[in-house]
């Protein structure tokens, strides 16, 4: 298996400045990164292998001494750095299962004025939180909707619907659009509810749309950190989000903030289609993930099954 790139595992397993690099290129968060990441731990799991068949075997003969047993294990990590570089198929399914993670929807949407956010890449400095990563869309949650109704909908979707519903319900009235969409909305920001913002205390913000705290905002805030696109590239960054008491006060923000902000008057004009609603908020700046608006269509289609 070839996986591009520097070859370390056709270096020495212990060669400590190959190591080093491999942190320094863990650092970029880059796909080639991540394979070399992914050979490494196939390496790190043949080695566990080898060394298992050789505590199985007798340790009694004449020659057997703690060099020996040094220079074997040596040979052992050499050996199973080799058999990873020609690979057994488990850092391809590292791969492929971390790429799906790494491409998950935005935890926070992007507020009046800014850019949108995906997924928070390093730790959050001076103790502020990061903003929680959302589990990653199942393909049943992506399948048409029709084929939802026939009762596959997850219990987590329709208690999130159910739960919500009755606020989505106050902000269609005064804006127009249909309340499943801003469940929609809602579920794609939060991760379905599992990745709602919080303070460093663990308070929850009920922010449900991701709204930033710019200099007119008054209420209560939050700091975590986040990550901007720019240019298609990520870039990490500390965010202060606006805080409510409740999840009527985010759906009554929400909705205020879509009648009252120029930038979303597409929104409102295409409310009654989800297309139109969905690329209206990528097109105003909601979010700069291009992806955005397909992601959004996906969970709506969730919200209209359950």
């Not at 709602?196 to 009920?206: F, L, M, V």
């Amino acid at each position: 298996m070839s996986m591009g790139g520097a070859d370390l595992t056709s270096k020495f397993a212990l060669d400590v400045q190959s190591v080093n690099q491999l942190k320094l290129d863990a650092k970029q968060s880059s796909p080639e990164a991540l394979k070399q990441a992914a050979q490494q731990f196939e390496a790190l799991f043949m080695n566990m292998l080898m060394k298992s068949m050789r505590d199985a075997t007798p340790k009694d003969g004449m020659l057997e001494s703690d060099q020996t047993r040094m220079y074997t294990s040596m040979l052992d990590q050499q050996l199973a750095q080799r058999m990873a570089s020609r690979g057994i198929g488990l850092a391809e399914v590292m791969v492929r299962q971390l790429s799906v993670v790494l491409s998950v929807p935005d935890s926070e949407g992007v507020r009046p004025g800014e850019a949108g956010q995906g997924l928070p890449l390093n730790p959050a400095p001076s103790g502020l939180p990061l903003a929680p990563a959302p589990q990653p869309l199942t393909p049943s949650q992506l399948r048409p909707a029709a084929a939802a109704r026939t009762g596959d909908v997850p219990a987590h979707v329709g208690a999130f619907v159910q739960n919500l519903l009755p606020h989505a319900q106050a902000a269609s009235a005064s804006t127009g659009i249909p309340a499943r969409f801003m469940l929609g909305q809602a579920a794609l920001e939060t991760g379905w509810g599992k990745a709602e913002i919080r303070g460093a205390d663990g308070q929850n913000s009920h922010n449900l749309f991701g709204i930033k705290a710019g200099a007119s905002w008054k209420g209560k805030t939050v700091d975590i950190v986040t990550t901007e696109y720019v240019n298609g590239k990520p870039q990490k960054q500390v965010d202060t989000f606006r805080a409510y008491d409740s999840y009527a006060d985010s759906f009554r923000d929400y909705a205020n903030l879509l009648q009252t902000n120029a930038r979303y008057r597409n929104v409102i004009g295409q409310g009654q289609d989800a297309v139109g609603f969905a690329q209206g908020l990528q097109q105003s700046g909601y979010a700069t993930d291009p992806n955005y608006a397909q992601k959004l269509m996906g969970v709506i289609r969730m919200v209209e099954s359950a």
